[in-house]
């Protein structure tokens, strides 16, 4: 999964979430783009929860 500008958008919207501009250039930068392969070759492919969690971390720590 990717996060997209959309996606935050309908997080916002939806959830009633605030996301401040610096969170969410972090969350974009984390999560926006396909995962490349590590060391071994292997593909961490993140689940939605991986990537709500870590947005609500990234939102707290930069609220």
């Known amino acids: 999964m990717i996060v997209t500008k959309k ?3 309908n997080l ?3 959830n009633l979430v605030s996301i401040s501009e610096i ?3 972090l969350i974009l930068e984390a999560f926006g783009k396909d995962p490349e392969p590590d060391e071994e070759g292997r593909v961490h492919i ?3 929860q991986d990537i709500l ?3 609500r971390k990234f939102i707290r720590e930069n609220a």
């Open 46 to 48: 993140y689940t939605e």
């Open 53 to 55: 969690e870590n947005i």
């Open 12 to 14: 916002r919207d939806k």
């Open 23 to 25: 969170a969410e250039k």
């Open 7 to 9: 996606y935050l958008h």
